[in-house]
Protein backbone atom coordinates (compact mmCIF):
# COMPACT_ATOMS: atom_id res chain seq x y z
CA UNK A 1 0.00 0.00 0.00
CA UNK A 2 0.93 3.24 -0.10
CA UNK A 3 3.18 3.45 2.55
CA UNK A 4 2.80 7.42 4.16
CA UNK A 5 -0.23 8.86 3.12
CA UNK A 6 -3.02 10.34 5.19
CA UNK A 7 -4.26 8.68 8.09
CA UNK A 8 -2.72 5.25 6.60
CA UNK A 9 -4.38 2.55 5.01
CA UNK A 10 -8.53 1.78 5.16
CA UNK A 11 -9.69 4.57 6.92
CA UNK A 12 -13.19 4.46 5.07
CA UNK A 13 -16.12 3.30 6.71
CA UNK A 14 -19.82 2.94 5.16
CA UNK A 15 -21.41 6.14 7.48
CA UNK A 16 -18.43 8.35 6.03
CA UNK A 17 -18.94 7.45 2.71
CA UNK A 18 -22.48 7.82 2.63
CA UNK A 19 -21.48 11.25 4.08
CA UNK A 20 -18.93 12.13 1.30
CA UNK A 21 -21.19 11.12 -1.40
CA UNK A 22 -23.80 13.77 0.19
CA UNK A 23 -21.13 16.24 0.19
CA UNK A 24 -20.20 15.31 -3.74
CA UNK A 25 -24.03 15.87 -4.22
CA UNK A 26 -24.01 19.13 -3.22
CA UNK A 27 -21.23 20.43 -4.89
CA UNK A 28 -22.43 18.92 -8.54
CA UNK A 29 -25.81 20.86 -7.98
CA UNK A 30 -23.77 24.11 -6.78
CA UNK A 31 -21.16 24.40 -9.49
CA UNK A 32 -23.49 24.64 -12.40
CA UNK A 33 -25.02 27.81 -10.51
CA UNK A 34 -21.33 29.01 -9.70
CA UNK A 35 -20.68 28.39 -13.49
CA UNK A 36 -23.73 30.48 -14.65
CA UNK A 37 -22.47 33.35 -12.10
CA UNK A 38 -18.68 33.55 -13.81
CA UNK A 39 -20.28 33.62 -16.69
CA UNK A 40 -22.54 36.23 -16.10
CA UNK A 41 -19.64 38.09 -14.97
CA UNK A 42 -17.37 37.87 -17.79
CA UNK A 43 -20.58 38.81 -19.83
CA UNK A 44 -20.50 42.15 -17.70
CA UNK A 45 -17.11 42.85 -18.01
CA UNK A 46 -17.24 42.92 -22.07
CA UNK A 47 -20.09 44.66 -21.73
CA UNK A 48 -18.14 47.24 -20.06
CA UNK A 49 -17.83 50.60 -21.59
CA UNK A 50 -14.25 51.47 -23.00
CA UNK A 51 -14.10 54.57 -20.79
CA UNK A 52 -14.76 52.52 -17.76
CA UNK A 53 -12.23 49.62 -18.45
CA UNK A 54 -9.89 52.38 -18.42
CA UNK A 55 -10.72 54.32 -15.56
CA UNK A 56 -10.71 50.95 -13.76
CA UNK A 57 -6.67 49.88 -15.37
CA UNK A 58 -5.32 53.33 -14.39
CA UNK A 59 -7.43 52.94 -10.97
CA UNK A 60 -5.41 49.45 -10.23
CA UNK A 61 -2.36 50.37 -11.37
CA UNK A 62 -2.01 53.59 -9.85
CA UNK A 63 -2.89 53.17 -6.38
CA UNK A 64 -2.25 49.05 -5.63
CA UNK A 65 -0.69 49.73 -2.38
CA UNK A 66 -1.96 53.29 -1.09
CA UNK A 67 -5.73 51.31 -0.92
CA UNK A 68 -4.27 48.85 1.36
CA UNK A 69 -4.51 52.10 3.66
CA UNK A 70 -8.08 53.20 2.89
CA UNK A 71 -10.83 54.40 5.54
CA UNK A 72 -13.07 51.53 3.82
CA UNK A 73 -12.34 48.07 5.11
CA UNK A 74 -13.97 46.25 2.42
CA UNK A 75 -11.62 48.11 -0.02
CA UNK A 76 -8.59 47.32 1.82
CA UNK A 77 -9.14 43.47 1.69
CA UNK A 78 -10.35 43.78 -1.99
CA UNK A 79 -6.70 45.86 -2.80
CA UNK A 80 -5.24 43.50 -0.30
CA UNK A 81 -6.85 39.67 -2.46
CA UNK A 82 -5.86 42.01 -6.22
CA UNK A 83 -2.09 41.83 -5.03
CA UNK A 84 -2.10 38.76 -3.83
CA UNK A 85 -3.29 37.88 -7.68
CA UNK A 86 -0.44 40.08 -9.44
CA UNK A 87 2.23 37.62 -7.83
CA UNK A 88 4.57 40.68 -7.47
CA UNK A 89 7.13 40.65 -4.91
CA UNK A 90 7.53 44.26 -4.68
CA UNK A 91 3.94 44.44 -2.91
CA UNK A 92 5.27 41.94 0.27
CA UNK A 93 6.17 44.95 2.38
CA UNK A 94 2.84 46.95 1.85
CA UNK A 95 1.18 43.39 2.33
CA UNK A 96 2.98 43.06 5.15
CA UNK A 97 2.66 46.10 7.21
CA UNK A 98 -0.85 45.32 6.25
CA UNK A 99 -0.96 42.87 9.02
CA UNK A 100 -1.71 46.11 11.56
CA UNK A 101 -4.71 46.51 10.08
CA UNK A 102 -7.30 46.38 12.81
CA UNK A 103 -9.89 44.53 10.30
CA UNK A 104 -9.24 40.87 11.04
CA UNK A 105 -10.98 40.50 7.58
CA UNK A 106 -8.60 42.73 5.82
CA UNK A 107 -5.84 40.55 7.23
CA UNK A 108 -6.91 37.10 6.04
CA UNK A 109 -6.92 38.91 2.96
CA UNK A 110 -3.44 39.98 3.55
CA UNK A 111 -2.16 36.96 4.48
CA UNK A 112 -3.63 35.03 1.43
CA UNK A 113 -2.09 37.45 -0.73
CA UNK A 114 1.31 36.54 0.86
CA UNK A 115 1.14 33.31 0.87
CA UNK A 116 0.71 33.41 -2.80
CA UNK A 117 4.17 35.42 -3.05
CA UNK A 118 6.05 32.68 -2.42
CA UNK A 119 9.59 35.15 -1.33
CA UNK A 120 11.21 34.84 1.67
CA UNK A 121 9.67 37.78 2.79
CA UNK A 122 6.38 36.72 2.58
CA UNK A 123 7.55 33.58 4.68
CA UNK A 124 8.79 36.14 7.49
CA UNK A 125 5.46 37.75 7.70
CA UNK A 126 3.33 34.66 7.28
CA UNK A 127 5.39 33.71 10.16
CA UNK A 128 4.88 36.76 12.31
CA UNK A 129 1.00 36.18 11.40
CA UNK A 130 0.69 32.80 13.46
CA UNK A 131 0.87 35.07 16.44
CA UNK A 132 -2.48 36.91 15.22
CA UNK A 133 -5.38 37.45 17.52
CA UNK A 134 -7.73 36.37 15.07
CA UNK A 135 -8.43 32.33 14.78
CA UNK A 136 -8.72 32.52 11.27
CA UNK A 137 -5.64 34.50 10.20
CA UNK A 138 -3.44 31.82 12.40
CA UNK A 139 -5.15 29.16 10.68
CA UNK A 140 -4.38 31.12 7.47
CA UNK A 141 -1.23 31.91 8.16
CA UNK A 142 -0.35 28.09 9.04
CA UNK A 143 -1.40 27.24 5.85
CA UNK A 144 0.52 29.55 4.07
CA UNK A 145 4.16 28.28 5.95
CA UNK A 146 2.62 24.95 4.38
CA UNK A 147 2.18 26.18 1.11
CA UNK A 148 5.31 28.29 1.14
CA UNK A 149 7.09 24.89 0.30
CA UNK A 150 4.69 22.71 -1.09
CA UNK A 151 2.99 25.09 -3.72
CA UNK A 152 -0.57 24.75 -2.53
CA UNK A 153 -1.63 28.73 -1.18
CA UNK A 154 -4.70 29.08 0.91
CA UNK A 155 -7.62 30.65 -0.77
CA UNK A 156 -10.93 32.45 0.10
CA UNK A 157 -14.15 33.19 -1.74
CA UNK A 158 -17.06 30.84 -2.81
CA UNK A 159 -14.90 28.49 -5.46
CA UNK A 160 -12.39 28.09 -2.59
CA UNK A 161 -15.37 26.89 -0.58
CA UNK A 162 -16.48 24.35 -3.35
CA UNK A 163 -12.70 23.13 -3.40
CA UNK A 164 -12.43 22.27 -0.36
CA UNK A 165 -15.67 20.52 0.15
CA UNK A 166 -14.59 18.50 -3.03
CA UNK A 167 -10.89 17.50 -1.71
CA UNK A 168 -12.71 16.79 1.98
CA UNK A 169 -14.70 14.04 -0.35
CA UNK A 170 -11.90 13.30 -2.28
CA UNK A 171 -10.10 12.51 0.81
CA UNK A 172 -12.82 9.98 1.63
CA UNK A 173 -11.37 7.46 -1.32
CA UNK A 174 -7.65 9.05 -1.94
CA UNK A 175 -5.62 8.77 0.92
CA UNK A 176 -2.24 10.60 -1.02
CA UNK A 177 -1.49 13.83 0.75
CA UNK A 178 0.71 16.73 -0.61
CA UNK A 179 4.49 16.43 1.17
CA UNK A 180 7.25 18.60 0.62
CA UNK A 181 9.84 17.04 -2.46
CA UNK A 182 13.29 15.22 -0.19
CA UNK A 183 16.12 17.75 -0.06
CA UNK A 184 13.49 20.23 0.55
CA UNK A 185 15.20 23.02 3.48
CA UNK A 186 13.02 24.71 5.64
CA UNK A 187 13.25 27.55 7.63
CA UNK A 188 14.10 26.58 11.15
CA UNK A 189 11.44 29.89 12.25
CA UNK A 190 8.70 28.30 10.53
CA UNK A 191 9.76 25.15 11.83
CA UNK A 192 9.14 26.67 14.99
CA UNK A 193 6.43 28.67 15.07
CA UNK A 194 4.68 25.82 13.31
CA UNK A 195 5.80 23.94 16.45
CA UNK A 196 5.43 26.46 18.97
CA UNK A 197 1.18 26.85 17.56
CA UNK A 198 1.13 23.07 17.61
CA UNK A 199 2.16 23.54 21.80
CA UNK A 200 -0.60 26.02 22.05
CA UNK A 201 -3.28 24.65 24.27
CA UNK A 202 -5.92 27.46 23.62
CA UNK A 203 -6.15 27.08 19.97
CA UNK A 204 -7.22 23.54 19.19
CA UNK A 205 -7.92 23.64 15.66
CA UNK A 206 -4.06 25.46 15.09
CA UNK A 207 -2.32 22.75 16.80
CA UNK A 208 -4.07 19.98 14.68
CA UNK A 209 -3.12 21.91 11.55
CA UNK A 210 0.18 23.17 12.71
CA UNK A 211 0.47 19.09 13.74
CA UNK A 212 -0.20 18.06 10.46
CA UNK A 213 1.76 20.58 8.81
CA UNK A 214 5.27 19.57 10.59
CA UNK A 215 4.64 16.03 9.20
CA UNK A 216 4.40 17.50 5.42
CA UNK A 217 7.26 19.52 5.80
CA UNK A 218 9.35 16.98 7.47
CA UNK A 219 9.92 19.04 10.41
CA UNK A 220 12.45 16.36 12.35
CA UNK A 221 13.23 19.20 14.63
CA UNK A 222 9.62 19.10 15.86
CA UNK A 223 9.87 15.02 16.48
CA UNK A 224 10.29 15.71 20.42
CA UNK A 225 7.20 17.72 20.64
CA UNK A 226 5.01 16.09 17.93
CA UNK A 227 5.71 12.66 20.52
CA UNK A 228 4.47 14.95 23.56
CA UNK A 229 1.44 16.02 21.17
CA UNK A 230 0.62 12.81 20.51
CA UNK A 231 0.17 12.05 24.00
CA UNK A 232 -2.52 14.58 24.25
CA UNK A 233 -6.03 14.28 25.35
CA UNK A 234 -7.44 15.59 21.83
CA UNK A 235 -7.39 12.30 20.11
CA UNK A 236 -7.70 14.43 16.89
CA UNK A 237 -4.58 16.12 17.71
CA UNK A 238 -2.51 13.02 19.27
CA UNK A 239 -3.61 11.92 15.67
CA UNK A 240 -2.35 14.26 13.81
CA UNK A 241 1.18 13.95 15.33
CA UNK A 242 1.11 10.46 14.82
CA UNK A 243 0.50 10.52 10.99
CA UNK A 244 2.72 13.07 10.98
CA UNK A 245 5.75 11.28 13.10
CA UNK A 246 4.85 8.57 10.20
CA UNK A 247 5.99 10.73 7.46
CA UNK A 248 8.96 12.30 9.07
CA UNK A 249 10.64 8.72 9.98
CA UNK A 250 12.68 9.45 12.91
CA UNK A 251 12.95 5.89 13.85
CA UNK A 252 14.23 7.59 17.27
CA UNK A 253 10.38 8.18 18.08
CA UNK A 254 9.45 4.75 18.35
CA UNK A 255 9.90 3.04 21.44
CA UNK A 256 8.56 6.28 22.86
CA UNK A 257 4.87 5.82 21.40
CA UNK A 258 4.62 2.08 22.16
CA UNK A 259 2.62 2.86 25.35
CA UNK A 260 -0.17 4.16 22.89
CA UNK A 261 -0.76 0.88 21.81
CA UNK A 262 -2.43 0.40 25.72
CA UNK A 263 -4.57 3.57 24.41
CA UNK A 264 -7.94 4.32 25.94
CA UNK A 265 -8.99 5.90 22.11
CA UNK A 266 -9.43 3.44 19.37
CA UNK A 267 -8.28 5.58 17.07
CA UNK A 268 -5.05 6.58 18.64
CA UNK A 269 -4.35 3.05 19.52
CA UNK A 270 -5.12 2.08 15.89
CA UNK A 271 -2.65 5.05 14.46
CA UNK A 272 -0.37 4.17 17.10
CA UNK A 273 0.58 0.15 15.84
CA UNK A 274 0.54 1.75 12.58
CA UNK A 275 2.78 4.82 13.29
CA UNK A 276 5.16 2.20 15.41
CA UNK A 277 5.34 -0.17 12.23
CA UNK A 278 6.70 2.75 10.08
CA UNK A 279 9.00 3.65 12.59
CA UNK A 280 10.06 0.10 12.15
CA UNK A 281 10.04 -0.56 16.05
CA UNK A 282 10.90 -4.26 16.54
CA UNK A 283 10.66 -3.69 20.08
CA UNK A 284 6.92 -3.72 19.91
CA UNK A 285 6.69 -7.02 17.65
CA UNK A 286 5.09 -8.74 20.50
CA UNK A 287 2.79 -6.45 21.48
CA UNK A 288 1.69 -6.08 17.78
CA UNK A 289 1.40 -9.76 17.31
CA UNK A 290 -1.00 -9.91 20.79
CA UNK A 291 -3.25 -7.02 19.52
CA UNK A 292 -3.41 -8.87 16.09
CA UNK A 293 -3.95 -12.62 17.50
CA UNK A 294 -6.37 -11.14 20.44
CA UNK A 295 -8.04 -8.08 20.22
CA UNK A 296 -11.99 -8.46 19.25
CA UNK A 297 -11.96 -5.13 17.25
CA UNK A 298 -12.03 -6.30 13.27
CA UNK A 299 -9.97 -2.67 13.08
CA UNK A 300 -8.01 -2.97 15.76
CA UNK A 301 -6.39 -6.29 14.57
CA UNK A 302 -6.06 -4.39 10.34
CA UNK A 303 -3.82 -2.20 11.99
CA UNK A 304 -1.70 -4.50 14.51
CA UNK A 305 -1.09 -6.42 11.55
CA UNK A 306 -0.16 -3.77 9.44
CA UNK A 307 2.07 -2.21 11.47
CA UNK A 308 3.69 -5.72 11.69
CA UNK A 309 3.92 -5.58 8.05
CA UNK A 310 6.08 -2.55 8.19
CA UNK A 311 8.65 -3.95 10.76
CA UNK A 312 8.89 -6.89 8.58
CA UNK A 313 10.64 -8.83 11.57
CA UNK A 314 10.80 -12.87 10.52
CA UNK A 315 9.71 -13.63 13.21
CA UNK A 316 6.15 -12.65 12.21
CA UNK A 317 6.25 -14.79 8.76
CA UNK A 318 4.19 -17.47 10.10
CA UNK A 319 1.52 -15.11 11.38
CA UNK A 320 1.79 -13.22 7.74
CA UNK A 321 1.86 -16.40 5.73
CA UNK A 322 -1.56 -17.73 7.81
CA UNK A 323 -2.96 -14.19 7.13
CA UNK A 324 -2.34 -14.30 3.19
CA UNK A 325 -5.41 -16.76 2.70
CA UNK A 326 -7.60 -15.04 4.96
CA UNK A 327 -10.62 -13.66 3.24
CA UNK A 328 -10.25 -9.75 4.23
CA UNK A 329 -8.17 -7.89 1.23
CA UNK A 330 -7.13 -5.65 4.44
CA UNK A 331 -5.76 -8.18 6.16
CA UNK A 332 -4.12 -9.81 2.71
CA UNK A 333 -2.10 -6.62 1.88
CA UNK A 334 -0.43 -6.38 4.99
CA UNK A 335 0.35 -10.48 5.14
CA UNK A 336 1.77 -9.70 1.57
CA UNK A 337 3.93 -6.67 2.35
CA UNK A 338 5.13 -8.37 5.90
CA UNK A 339 5.98 -11.44 3.79
CA UNK A 340 8.28 -9.22 1.17
CA UNK A 341 9.78 -7.08 4.12
CA UNK A 342 10.71 -9.90 6.22
CA UNK A 343 11.64 -12.28 2.90
CA UNK A 344 9.95 -14.81 4.91
CA UNK A 345 11.12 -17.55 1.63
CA UNK A 346 8.55 -19.91 2.76
CA UNK A 347 5.71 -18.36 1.41
CA UNK A 348 7.59 -17.94 -1.66
CA UNK A 349 5.49 -21.01 -3.21
CA UNK A 350 2.13 -19.36 -1.41
CA UNK A 351 2.43 -15.93 -3.65
CA UNK A 352 3.09 -17.66 -6.58
CA UNK A 353 0.36 -19.70 -6.52
CA UNK A 354 -2.17 -16.71 -5.34
CA UNK A 355 -0.91 -14.23 -6.90
CA UNK A 356 -2.34 -15.25 -10.93
CA UNK A 357 -5.68 -16.19 -9.70
CA UNK A 358 -6.01 -12.84 -7.38
CA UNK A 359 -8.77 -10.70 -8.51
CA UNK A 360 -8.67 -7.88 -6.16
CA UNK A 361 -5.63 -5.02 -7.76
CA UNK A 362 -4.64 -4.05 -4.58
CA UNK A 363 -4.33 -7.43 -3.34
CA UNK A 364 -2.20 -8.57 -6.41
CA UNK A 365 -0.02 -5.76 -6.57
CA UNK A 366 1.12 -6.02 -2.83
CA UNK A 367 1.47 -9.90 -3.82
CA UNK A 368 3.85 -8.83 -7.21
CA UNK A 369 5.79 -6.67 -4.65
CA UNK A 370 6.16 -9.70 -2.00
CA UNK A 371 7.73 -11.70 -5.21
CA UNK A 372 9.79 -9.23 -6.32
CA UNK A 373 10.97 -8.60 -2.76
CA UNK A 374 11.71 -12.25 -2.61
CA UNK A 375 14.47 -11.86 -5.13
CA UNK A 376 12.32 -13.27 -8.13
CA UNK A 377 11.87 -11.20 -11.17
CA UNK A 378 8.46 -13.21 -12.54
CA UNK A 379 5.97 -10.44 -11.93
CA UNK A 380 8.60 -6.57 -11.63
CA UNK A 381 7.01 -6.02 -15.27
CA UNK A 382 3.62 -6.42 -14.12
CA UNK A 383 4.51 -4.32 -10.97
CA UNK A 384 6.21 -1.28 -13.11
CA UNK A 385 3.26 -1.50 -16.06
CA UNK A 386 0.98 -1.18 -12.65
CA UNK A 387 2.50 2.62 -12.62
CA UNK A 388 0.15 3.35 -16.02
CA UNK A 389 -3.31 1.66 -13.95
CA UNK A 390 -4.91 4.54 -12.97
CA UNK A 391 -6.13 2.26 -9.58
CA UNK A 392 -2.91 0.88 -8.60
CA UNK A 393 -0.64 3.57 -9.96
CA UNK A 394 0.22 5.32 -6.53
CA UNK A 395 0.19 1.95 -4.63
CA UNK A 396 3.14 0.00 -7.41
CA UNK A 397 5.11 3.82 -7.52
CA UNK A 398 5.05 3.13 -3.51
CA UNK A 399 6.43 -0.41 -3.59
CA UNK A 400 9.18 0.52 -5.97
CA UNK A 401 10.32 3.47 -4.19
CA UNK A 402 10.77 1.23 -1.49
CA UNK A 403 12.52 -1.26 -2.91
CA UNK A 404 14.73 0.58 -5.46
CA UNK A 405 16.41 1.21 -1.50
CA UNK A 406 17.91 -2.12 -1.46
CA UNK A 407 21.55 -2.41 -3.15
CA UNK A 408 21.45 -3.70 -6.95
CA UNK A 409 17.84 -2.75 -7.87
CA UNK A 410 18.03 0.36 -9.25
CA UNK A 411 19.78 -0.96 -12.43
CA UNK A 412 16.57 -3.46 -12.94
CA UNK A 413 14.71 -0.56 -12.96
CA UNK A 414 16.45 1.68 -16.20
CA UNK A 415 15.47 0.00 -19.03
CA UNK A 416 11.83 0.57 -18.64
CA UNK A 417 12.55 4.06 -18.56
CA UNK A 418 11.99 3.08 -22.06
CA UNK A 419 8.16 2.38 -21.57
CA UNK A 420 6.20 3.43 -24.71
CA UNK A 421 3.48 4.60 -21.40
CA UNK A 422 4.35 8.42 -20.73
CA UNK A 423 2.45 7.26 -17.42
CA UNK A 424 5.10 4.70 -16.77
CA UNK A 425 7.90 7.04 -17.29
CA UNK A 426 6.48 9.80 -15.24
CA UNK A 427 6.39 7.43 -12.10
CA UNK A 428 9.47 6.43 -12.54
CA UNK A 429 11.38 9.22 -12.81
CA UNK A 430 8.87 10.13 -9.42
CA UNK A 431 10.91 6.57 -8.22
CA UNK A 432 14.03 7.90 -8.96
CA UNK A 433 13.53 11.45 -6.97
CA UNK A 434 13.00 9.40 -3.52
CA UNK A 435 15.38 6.33 -3.88
CA UNK A 436 17.88 7.46 -6.97
CA UNK A 437 21.97 7.72 -6.97
CA UNK A 438 24.43 8.99 -8.86
CA UNK A 439 23.80 6.01 -11.06
CA UNK A 440 20.28 7.63 -11.82
CA UNK A 441 21.44 10.46 -13.13
CA UNK A 442 22.18 9.64 -16.72
CA UNK A 443 19.05 8.02 -17.03
CA UNK A 444 17.10 11.21 -15.69
CA UNK A 445 19.43 13.18 -18.05
CA UNK A 446 17.77 11.85 -21.03
CA UNK A 447 14.37 11.32 -19.60
CA UNK A 448 14.45 15.54 -19.20
CA UNK A 449 13.98 15.45 -22.96
CA UNK A 450 11.16 13.00 -23.35
CA UNK A 451 8.80 14.70 -25.51
CA UNK A 452 6.04 14.24 -23.26
CA UNK A 453 6.47 16.87 -21.45
CA UNK A 454 5.20 15.73 -17.55
CA UNK A 455 7.74 13.42 -18.28
CA UNK A 456 10.65 15.84 -18.76
CA UNK A 457 9.45 17.92 -16.07
CA UNK A 458 9.35 14.98 -13.22
CA UNK A 459 12.78 14.05 -14.81
CA UNK A 460 14.09 17.50 -13.77
CA UNK A 461 12.82 17.54 -10.42
CA UNK A 462 14.38 13.79 -10.10
CA UNK A 463 17.34 14.69 -11.13
CA UNK A 464 17.52 18.02 -8.71
CA UNK A 465 16.72 16.12 -5.74
CA UNK A 466 19.32 13.03 -7.11
CA UNK A 467 21.84 15.46 -7.55
CA UNK A 468 21.25 17.13 -3.99
CA UNK A 469 21.04 13.52 -2.00
CA UNK A 470 24.18 12.63 -3.93
CA UNK A 471 26.58 15.92 -2.87
CA UNK A 472 25.01 15.85 0.54
CA UNK A 473 26.21 11.85 0.92
CA UNK A 474 29.59 13.14 -0.45
CA UNK A 475 33.07 12.42 1.40
CA UNK A 476 33.73 16.56 2.13
CA UNK A 477 36.78 17.84 0.95
CA UNK A 478 39.49 18.33 3.64
Not at 55 to 65: N, P
Request: glycine fraction near 6%.
Amino acid sequence: MLAYSGYFRGEGNLKRITKAFSKLLLIILILPVAGALGRAAVAAGANQSPAKASQSGASSAGSETEDLKNPNPKIRAKTARELGQTGDPSVVPALAAALSDPSPKVRQQVVIALASIRVSQSLDALISATTDSNEQVRWLAIKGIEGYYTGHAPKSGFMAFVKRQYRGVKRQFDQTITEVPPGTVVSVRAVAALDRAMMDPRFPRDSREAARALGILRAKLAVPDLVTTAHSSDADLAREALNSLSKIRDTSAGPKLIDLLDSPNRGVKQDAAVTIGILRTRAAVPKLQSMYENSPNKGTREKALEGLSYIGDPVSGPIFLKALWDPDNSIQISAAEGLGRSKYQPALPDLLRAAPAEKNAEVRVAMEFAITSLGRSDYLSALINDLGSGSTNDIAQSYLIELARRPGFLSKLYPYMDSRDAEVRRRLCNVLMYSGDSTSVQPLERASHDADGSVAAAALRALAAVRQRVSASAPSAR
